[in-house]
């Protein structure tokens, strides 16, 4: 854990160049003070790494088209496994499908020192 409401998640070694892995986090609701389920998808690319809540604007389901696989066939969009959207993997926004005109939700993702670390969130951090 950092300060300011970021944490370490993973190390940036844990994700292959060019793919996408999912972790689900535990997030502090801020108005029951109760821990929820943060399910998170991060991509790689090279040395960067961008990270999106895992749930589709469309209907709300889980991105993954089979658990832990989030990549269309080209490798370069999001694409989820419900009813086939895509999303570009620089921005989250739609690109085809059915949640056209809609986006991912952006998690704030930053790598230092190796580390992915998320933050603007309150997670839950085990002791
Ligand atoms: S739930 Fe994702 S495209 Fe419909």
Redo the contacts with the bound molecule.
């Keep these: 854990m950092t300060c300011d409401n970021s944490y370490i998640v993973c190390s940036i070694d844990d994700i292959p160049n060019r793919r996408a892995v999912g972790l689900v986090l535990a997030r502090i609701d801020e108005a029951t003070g109760g821990e929820v389920p943060y399910p998170v998808v991060l991509v790689r690319w090279g040395r960067r790494v961008v990270g999106y809540v895992n749930r589709?604007?469309?209907?709300?389901?889980r991105?993954d088209w089979e658990e832990g696989q989030f990549l269309d066939t080209t490798g370069e969009r999001l694409i989820?496994?419900?009813?086939?959207?895509t999303f570009a993997l620089a921005d989250g926004a739609c690109a085809s499908?059915?949640?056209t005109g809609s986006a991912l939700e952006r998690v704030k993702v930053e790598v230092i020192d190796g580390d992915v670390v998320v933050g603007g969130v309150r997670l839950a951090v085990a002791e």
């Design positions: 589709c604007p469309h209907a709300g389901t991105l989820c496994g419900k009813h086939g959207s499908g059915p949640a």
